[in-house]
């Protein structure tokens, strides 16, 4: 073979002679025998690498070539170009094409479907191995699936298992649609192990089976490469770059994509646990793009107290092995552990290490578009350390065939390990559960205990069915038993932890107990105890009596139901806090419906402030036994109104305000409002803009935002002229879920003035967590102050708050106090304690009305919490929090009068993920009063 590419080098600016350098000297031996014997490689394949690469330090010897295979299409011969070639990103249909053609041509790749997206998209794994382990693969998942579970396995036998097992290493690409190069490089890596003869790979195939799941959001991976070739495409100055990313991936969640493993919401998850329940990988390794170079996950620290210490230290040591082979091979910048805190697992990875297998991740570094630019580093970036022995260059070219070179090396590295240390991989996986399961038989404690009757019994079995969901065999008591002092009827839930998923389900049943360490401040969430979030009654049981009760398990998902009782001709509907009061109101939206201002009597039953008084209508029973049947709500007949005050309840017409800047936290609330059948108007930034607001909608959602205040007001830099997010024939996958002719601009002045008509002409404006900053302090709300505090920090926990007025409406279905989950927001000052505490100490009492807070930060009542100390309460019920004291006693909720209307200011959020369900109602409460929200309405 003859080559000659030096004179056909690209031009750049810095690395050009060194790469016509390193080509001529690369390219000479091929002229006489092909270097990667036993391999052939494949025509041209060599330079286009090499010519896509930008420094010959950036390529490793494992992919500078492709291998060529008769019969057996290579990406190039496929796409007509390397995988990682400058300016192009492939679409998912091609990979799948691709994908589909190397499966039919090669019997050592399995390809199958585990998904669909929302769009319709389907969502692909592939299995490469050797033939025998091809032919083989349902043999090969029946041993995992048997080492999976110790109960039916036990250590001889697993022994047995493992001689002739192989582990399954799970790799998945394009999660986040804008860190865009690990899709190419699976998709060359795929083929690579499919035909290579090289002793490593081959290795590989016999000891291992590679899952790739290529595309693992394709509807995200579709908008991307519209969105690049309409926008990004031969643009290289990398600091003028436009918005690089389209507004929207999915249906509804952006970067939190890889926040659901705990949940399970998004379809693209879903298609991951049924890959993990059938196969049982022993890793699940997850791709993403961010620092220079390659970035191998474990975390600083603190570790989650509930992973085995095999698996915290295993996926230490397979870390360091891909930072020493890499670095051997003379690639700079390759590091871990200085990134993350391993103590939450809510990611896509955690699907394995929550279930005693090992999850695992790359920050390769992206340019986050196909095009190859000049990229400098901040020094703190390429200092050496212990965790980065060779630093990056401070300026250099980056190209996507770097980021394909990078990623593919790697993950070459770790198979190889995987390969050699295959027994081990799978002893310790079995150990895992092995291990797990033993400490549940030796209790401490042996069991959770949930009361099935509960004041939500709805939300009860949402919780017992996401156990389920995650694994976690759940039982019904078959007769009644009593444990310590407490008596438990016949039905209630038992979760014996003698199981396989012992840990996982303490980690999920007990409240977090999160401590910051200097210079240890957590990455992501410290809370999710589902019993704290749910609000939902859960008792760790130390008493070994509990396994003796005769138990049936939960085979299918619970499916409570309610009962009406009597009928009529007046109906009441007791406000115990069921979350399903607001899908019920818009089942019911043809009805009236008064709601009690006060507590009340009737028939010998009490009845709290809340309960809903249903007036003789007609049609009205038939509709509230479906409602009741299928939201499990009791709702009791009267033979008159009730005496007392209460309010008309209409429901109102609600518009949801998605900002184009950042479509993620609202993208959740979608996602509930839907899953619940709550119709709304979905408002864009030029909705806002444009007015009229009060004629469209009564009530304006308007959800947590990741934006400061200029960004919540002009929205996405107009750098490049007008972007439209709108379908066209060349770029089909844009304008969904909402379209637009321009994204840039935010809401403006224009905007905010609307919505200030909006409120004074009697609309309802709920902000939630940092989207409260646009009305407090952008000027809608007057007066109120960002506090003065320096310490305060709560990263996703939850912390007890109180009501100051116990009679709003937003109070309804809960006590005195509750706790709600908090991320870190801007903390506020109501006026008078702002001038008190600066100004004035005689005017705290003034003609105007500043009965804002309905709810504030702390614990009990402000008397019971003069004297902390040993046994005090805190303010944290789950996770962890600094700065708790200057918290204490500022608002959590606001409701402040503006003309004839209300903003209700949440300094949380109460819409978060889909996982603190126990404070939706407090935002249901919003939607379900809102012409009755004014705090001169509710006096004390
Ligand atoms: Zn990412």
């Known amino acids: 073979m003859m080559v000659s590419v030096c004179g056909s080098v690209r031009s750049s600016k810095s690395a050009t002679r060194l790469v016509l350098v390193w080509l001529c000297l690369l390219t000479l031996p091929l002229a006489a025998a092909d270097r990667n014997a036993p391999d052939t490689t494949e025509p041209g394949s060599v330079e286009a690498i090499a010519r896509a690469t930008t420094a010959p330090e950036f390529l490793s010897p494992w992919v500078a070539y492709l291998p060529e295979a008769a019969g057996i299409p290579s990406p190039t011969a496929y796409l007509g170009r390397i995988a990682g070639a400058a300016g192009e990103l492939t679409r998912p249909e091609q990979i799948f094409g691709y994908l589909r053609a190397l499966a039919a041509a090669s019997p050592r790749v399995h390809l199958e479907e585990i998904g669909r997206t929302l769009e319709g998209r389907e969502i692909l794994l592939v299995a490469i191995a050797d033939e025998a382990g091809i032919h083989n693969l349902e043999e090969l998942k029946a041993v995992t699936a048997a080492l999976a579970d110790p109960r039916r396995t036990d250590p001889q036998r697993a022994e047995d298992l493992i001689a002739g097992a192989r582990p399954f290493y799970y790799i998945n690409a394009g999660l986040h649609a804008d860190e865009t190069s690990s899709v190419e490089a699976v998709m060359e890596l795929a083929y690579r192990l499919a035909v290579s003869e090289q002793p490593m790979i081959r290795r590989i195939r016999e000891r291992v089976v590679v899952l790739i799941n290529p595309v693992s959001n394709p509807d995200g991976r579709a908008k991307m490469a519209d969105w690049f070739y309409r926008y990004i495409a031969g643009k290289t100055d990398f600091d003028a770059l436009p918005r690089q990313s389209p507004p929207y991936w999915g249906r509804y969640v952006f970067v939190d994509i890889n926040r659901d493993a705990h949940q399970q919401t998004q379809a693209e998850t879903q298609a991951i646990y049924r890959m993990f329940w059938n196969y049982h990988p022993v890793v699940i390794h997850d791709l993403h793009e961010s620092f220079p170079l390659l970035q191998t996950w474990n975390g600083t620290g603190p570790y989650n107290p509930n992973l085995d210490p095999i698996v915290t230290s295993a996926f230490l040591e397979m870390s360091f092995h891909e930072v020493t082979r890499m670095t051997a091979l003379g690639m700079p910048g390759v590091w871990t552990w200085d990134f993350g805190d391993g103590y939450g697992h809510h990611y896509v990875d955690s699907v394995a290490m929550n279930h005693n297998a090992i999850g695992r991740g790359y920050e390769t570094f992206g340019n986050a578009t196909a095009e190859t630019v000049e990229r400098v580093l901040e020094p703190a970036e390429v200092s050496k350390k212990w965790f980065r022995p060779w630093p990056a260059p401070s300026r250099f070219e980056w190209s996507m065939r770097d980021s394909v070179n990078y990623t593919e090396t790697g993950l070459l590295a770790i198979l190889d390990y995987s390969a050699v240390n295959a027994t081990d991989m799978l002893r310790d996986f079995y150990r895992t559960g092995l291990k797990s399961w033993r400490q549940g038989v030796a209790g401490d404690p042996f069991a959770f205990v949930i009361p099935a009757e509960q004041p939500d019994r709805r939300r009860v079995a949402q919780m017992v069915n996401l156990l389920l969901r995650q694994g976690i065999e759940v039982a019904r008591a078959k007769a009644g038993f ?459």
């Open 482 to 940: 009593a444990l310590d002092e407490s008596d438990f009827p016949a039905g209630t839930f038992v979760v014996r932890l003698d199981q396989p998923y012992r840990n996982y389900a303490v980690d999920l049943l007990l409240p977090q107990d999160f401590r910051f360490a200097a210079g240890q401040l957590p990455y992501d969430d410290v809370s999710w105890a589902l019993p704290v979030h749910y609000g939902v009654e859960t008792l760790p049981v130390n008493d070994r009596r509990v396994l003796e009760v005769p138990l049936d398990p939960l085979e299918a998902d619970l499916a409570p139901t309610g009962r009406v009782t009597g009928h009529g001709p007046v109906f009441l509907l007791a406000d115990t806090g069921q979350e399903a009061l607001l899908e019920a109101r818009y089942r019911l939206e043809d009805f009236a419906v008064r709601i009690a201002e006060t507590a009340f009597r009737v028939d010998a039953r009490d009845y709290p402030a809340g309960t809903w008084i249903l007036p003789p209508q007609a049609g009205l029973e038939e509709a509230l036994t479906s409602v009741a049947t299928d939201l499990a709500l009791d709702i009791d007949s009267a033979s008159a109104l009730p005496e007392g005050a209460s309010h008309d309840a209409p429901a109102p017409r609600i518009g949801v305000w998605v900002p184009w800047a950042d479509t993620d936290s609202i993208g959740w609330l979608r996602y509930t409002l839907d899953q619940r059948g709550v119709p709304y108007t979905y408002l864009r930034d030029e909705d806002i803009r444009a007015g009229g607001l009060r004629e469209r909608v009564d009530v304006i959602l308007y959800g947590n935002v990741d934006l400061d205040l200029q960004g919540q007001i002009h929205g996405i830099q107009a750098t490049v002229g007008p972007m439209a997010f709108a379908a066209t024939p060349d770029f089909p996958s844009l304008g969904r879920p909402a379209a637009s002719d321009d994204i840039t601009g935010g809401p403006g002045w224009a905007g905010l003035a609307a919505l200030n008509r909006f409120v004074e002409e009697g609309g309802t404006l709920l902000t939630l967590g940092n989207g409260s900053a646009l009305a407090l302090e952008g000027g809608l709300v007057r007066f109120v102050r960002r506090a003065w505090t320096t310490g305060i920090r709560t990263p996703g926990a939850e912390l007890r708050a109180r009501f100051a007025m116990q009679n709003h409406p937003l109070a309804y279905g809960y006590g005195d106090t509750t706790s709600v989950f908090r991320f870190d927001y801007p903390v506020y000052d109501l006026p008078r304690r702002w001038l008190r505490m600066a100004y004035c100490t005689s005017c705290l009492d003034g003609p105007v009305d500043m009965r804002w807070v309905v709810l504030q930060w702390g614990t009990a009542s402000p008397e019971e919490n003069t004297a902390p100390g040993p046994g005090a309460e805190t303010m944290v019920v789950s996770g962890g929090v600094l700065g708790e004291d200057e918290l204490e006693g500022r608002p959590a909720i606001l409701a402040v009068p503006i003309g004839e209307g209300v903003v209700v200011a949440y300094n949380f959020n109460p819409m978060h993920r889909d996982l603190n369900r126990s404070d939706e109602r407090l935002l249901w409460n919003a939607i379900l009063n809102w012409r009755s929200l004014r705090p001169s309405q509710n006096p004390d």
